[in-house]
Structure formats: C-alpha cells, structure tokens
C-alpha cells in the first residue's frame, strides 16, 4: 500500500515537532529550574517529592521518617523509585520521569486533536505543547505536575479512541486515576470524565456516533473497576496515613472557604501569575472554543466537550482551594492547546455560526460564565502593567470584561455574527501558532543563555562534607539530597516530624536558607533554629530560587562545633 504524500507531509512534520519536544526537555538536564523570572517551579521540592523512591533506592525501605509522600503520590513514587533502582539517585535521574512525560504527552495530544479536527489542527497542538514555555519547564523538573498531565492527556486521547473503539474507555478511566494517585489535584479531571461519560450515557447529542454511549460505559466501567482495584491494594491498607496526607494534610490544613476567600481566589485567578500571559494568543482562542460551544453543543463531539469540562471544572477546583501556586494552573496547559489548535485550524473563526441562532435570553443565562472569560483574557493582559500589585490588574480587568460583556448582550447577536461571518486561511492560523512558538523558543533559549548550575553543585559539595548516612534536618536536605547520599529529616507545617523538631539532639546538622533570608524556605524550620541557641554556621553554598539569583544555603552545627568552614565567601554577620 501506498502511503500519500499528505500523510507522509504530515508523519515528517509531527517527526520534527516531537524531535524539538525531545531537545527542549533533555538539554542542560541538570541546570538550575528559571529563577528570573520563575515559573513557580520550587527546586527544593524536588528532593521532597522523590524523597521515599530515593529512601528505597539507597537505604532498603520506603519509610526512613515522618515524611513520606508516597501516600500523597504513589504513581510518581513508583515512576521515580523504577528510574532510581536502574540508573541510580541524582538530578539528571529524577527529573527523567518528568521527561518522558512531558514528551509522550505531547504526542498523544497531537494524536488525539488530529481525530477531532485534522492534521493542521494536530500539528499547530502538538508545536504549542512541544514548546509552551512553562510545560517545557514542568516536564524538566522531579517534581509531579508533569506525570499527573501526562495521565490526564493519556485519558482523554483514550476517551477520544473509544468513540471507535469501546475498549479504549477502560483505558481512559483507568489514567485518569493514575492522574489522581499522582497529584489527588487532578480529582477534578476523574469527575469532569464521569460527568462526560454519564451525560452521553443518559442524554446523547446528535454528535455521538453509534459506539458513543458504548465508549461512556467502558470509561465508566474503567472508572469504578480501578477505584476498586486502588482502595483493595493501597488505599485500605495504609488507610491511616492515606486518610492523613491526602485530606489533612492537603485538604484541611491549606485552604480557606471563607466567602472573602473564595472572592480572592476567583479575581486573583489570572492576575497572580505568568502562566495565561505567556500564553495569552492560545488563551484568546480557548477561550473562544469554550464560549462558542454554548450555541453548538449538541453538535460537539465527546472529545471536546471533555477538554471544556477540564476547563471549566479545573478552574472551579482551583477557585474553591488555591490559586497562590503557580504549578496548580500547569493542568490546563494541554486543555487550552488542544481547543485553540480547533479553532485556528478546523473552525477558523472565533465564533460558529449556531451561536447566533441563540435567543437574547438564552445568551444572558451565560452572561456570568461570559464574563468571567472575558476577565481571564483582560486580567492575563493588564497585570502585565502591574506585575507586583493585585489591586489594579482585578479592578482594571473586571471593569473592562463587564463592559465586554454588556456590549455583547446588549448587541446580541450583532457581535457573534461578525465573529463567525467568514473563515480566515489556514495560513492565518499556522502563522498565529508559529508566532506563539517563535516566542517561547525565546524564552527558553533566554533561560539557556543565562542558566545557571548551582544548585546541583551545592548537593555534590555537601556529599563531600558530609559522610553517607549522615543526618541533616530541614525541608532544604530534603532538596540538597539528590547529588548525595545524606539522611534528610524533613519538617513540614504539621505534618512530616513536625512533632519533635525542637527536640531532636539525634540530628547534629540543620540546612536552611540565610539568604534571602534565614528560613526562606518555611517558617516552621525557624522552630528548629529557636530551639539551638548556640548553633554555628559550618559552611554555605550558592544557591538559585529567587529573582535576584544570588541565594544562599547553610550547613549549621546544632551545638556550636568549633569547626567553621566557609564556602564561596567569609561569613558575613548576617549569615
């Protein structure tokens, strides 16, 4: 069999998309993660995370302390433990399974966009995933944000194959909460695919094939067959420290659901961070294909509405818990991509000409939800002039999205129409992409330029401080202990040998932050430092986590030994 040129056009492009996925994620593996600016990647977390996979690879047992967030990740734990046993503890090892992630992801939304909306529209998802500035980044760092979307992508490409084929949907369930026992905060993503599953299931639309409803039992089926499969062999038998880390640890301990809260969370929802600025043309888009679905959604194939639900539930799961970390908006990196590359490259108008067939009060029953889209896309861009005030970008950015919206509701449907009047070519929207892509290949090759080795040399530095075995307390061992082969004793806020941190005379060393300041990385390891009036600072080292670049760690002696070696520069009074 022949193959046509169109396919082999199409097979070679993906080829060097994925080739520049593969570069962008393996280059410079050890270098620091970007610090000017971030992208809220916490180095020191890397370390924390893989900390029970790195206890088994070097010690024998998954469990040295109170620290053990395989009950939070245990997926993530297994991946890491799987790259640790076969080529051993260090930076460029942990951070593999992120890699591979982030790159099986890429091809996998590729793959499923081309059944939905063609082979521009795959090769457009697969380019803006490929080379997303924040998702490149995410897939470079140990930590589990990257392995949590890669099973979320891997779900939904499932769920798009099962409409063919109804296997795929135990397939798709049975990611999805491989996501969820990566990072639990893609609970939201289980529940937008049983919601997704359960209305085809009940109420078919016009747009489900035949095998639709088929594909919506199998993913239900995939759904409630590994949720018993998980609480028969991890969940029940560890449910005491289950129960506490995932609820809490993670759920209780952190956020507020205060009416004033809940406010916050929802106007600082895109003003905060830089994540929706970065991608702000793919967000204009998204945002269109979100919007115009409510005038075409029995039209809308399964496949779809699921990248809108995980839109929309996502944000809802953020507003009500957090949105002060930059890492939690990585879940809608892949959502966001897949629904632009639709619109540039199948629909090519920001508006489908069913919308303006929607009646003036059928519009206004949506105007909340048009809103709040509206604000996403000004707030991404007015915060721009306000980088470090949340006041101004919120007021600013509500003013102009209500105005937005009054305008379209008051004209309705004079604006839907003029959206949807004509189709631009699909140059026009392979030249939007490639501008996108132009500027985070920017951005990376800024960080390349200027990055920086610090942080690996500060764990290789301590390894040959201190012997094999060796106890150190503080969440920062924990991230100086890849390169080495240190005890760390982790304390969180609550959780994680936070009962006798003041007491622990077993524990000769402390690491911690001293500049930007002492106890930069948690409040709680000042408790620790309060509790050993006499320490003494034995060493520091350069470190990279803030802006500025020019951070410091010390190794402390809890008692005062007479030894005091510096690394780098004298001791200054302030360390």
């Known amino acids: 069999m022949r193959v046509n040129d169109g396919s082999r056009n199409f097979a070679t492009r993906l080829a060097l998309v994925a080739v520049v996925a593969l570069l962008l994620r393996s280059v410079f593996p050890a270098a620091d993660p970007p610090w000017n600016p971030s992208v809220g990647i916490v180095w020191h977390d890397e370390g924390a995370w893989v900390h029970n996979a790195r206890n088994k690879t070097l010690f024998g047992a998954w469990s040295q302390d109170e620290w053990n967030p395989m009950y939070v990740a245990p997926v993530f734990t297994a991946l890491e433990y799987l790259s640790f046993a076969t080529l051993g503890v260090g930076v460029r090892q942990a951070r593999l399974v992120s890699e591979i992630a982030g790159f099986v992801s890429i091809l996998l939304l590729a793959s499923g966009v081309r059944r939905l909306a063609g082979r521009d529209a795959a090769l457009i998802a697969g380019a803006l995933a490929a080379t997303n500035y924040a998702y490149v980044m995410y897939s470079r760092a140990a930590l589990m944000e990257a392995t949590m979307v890669a099973f979320m992508v891997a779900s939904w490409w499932c769920y798009v194959k099962a409409q063919d ?55 239900l089926g995939g759904l409630v067959a590994g949720s018993a499969v998980a609480v ?37 929802f895109p003003i905060l961070h830089d994540i929706f600025t970065r991608m702000w043309l793919v967000l204009v888009a998204a945002m269109a294909a979100v919007l115009g679905a409510f005038g075409r959604w029995p039209s809308t194939a399964p496949g779809e509405r699921l990248l809108i639900l995980w839109v929309v539930l996502g944000a809802m799961e953020l507003i009500l818990h957090d949105v002060g970390n930059e890492r939690r908006f990585v879940i809608f990196i892949p959502a966001l991509v897949a629904l632009a590359s639709v619109v540039l490259a199948r629909d090519r108008r920001l508006m489908p000409p069913a919308l303006t067939s929607v009646s003036r009060r059928r519009a206004l029953i949506a105007a909340p939800v048009v809103a709040f889209g509206f604000y996403l896309v000004m707030g991404a861009l007015v915060r721009v002039a ?6 101004p970008g919120v007021r600013i950015a509500a003013v102009l999205a209500l105005a937005c919206t009054a ?115 948690g409040s709680v390891i000042q408790d620790v430092l309060d509790a050993y009036p006499g320490r003494t600072i034995i060493m520091t080292f350069d470190v990279a986590e803030t802006t500025g670049g020019h951070d410091r760690a010390a190794l402390i002696d809890k008692f005062g030994g007479r030894e005091r070696e510096e690394a780098g520069r004298p001791r200054s009074a302030q360390d």
């Open 232 to 268: 028969a062999t991890f969940v029940a038998p560890n449910w005491a420290d289950y129960r506490f880390y995932n609820w809490q640890m993670s759920v209780t301990r952190k956020p507020s659901y205060a009416l004033r809260s809940l406010i916050d969370r929802l106007t600082w």
């Open 386 to 391: 306000f980088l470090y005030e949340v006041r």
């Open 407 to 521: 305008v379209v509701h008051s004209t309705w449907p004079l604006i839907p129409r003029w959206l949807s009047a004509r189709q631009w070519s699909p140059a026009a929207g392979l030249l939007v992409a490639a501008l996108v892509v132009a500027g985070d290949l920017a951005q990376f090759a800024q960080w390349a330029a200027g990055r920086t080795y610090k942080n690996i040399e500060a764990s290789r530095e301590l390894g040959r401080r201190l012997p094999p075995g060796t106890t150190v307390h503080g969440k920062l061992a924990n991230g100086l202990s890849l390169e080495n082969a240190i005890r760390p004793i982790f304390v969180g806020p609550g959780f994680g040998n936070y009962e006798d941190r003041k007491h622990r005379d077993d524990v000769r060393y402390i690491l911690t932050y001293v500049a930007p300041r002492t106890g930069y990385e």
């Open 165 to 219: 084929r109804a296997v795929w949907g135990w397939v798709a369930g049975a990611c999805a909460l491989l996501a969820f026992f990566t990072k639990a905060s893609s609970a939201f993503f289980v529940g937008a695919l049983a919601l997704e599953a359960a209305v085809t299931l009940l109420r078919p639309t016009p747009a489900d094939s035949p095998s639709s409803r088929k594909a919506a039992l199998a993913t």
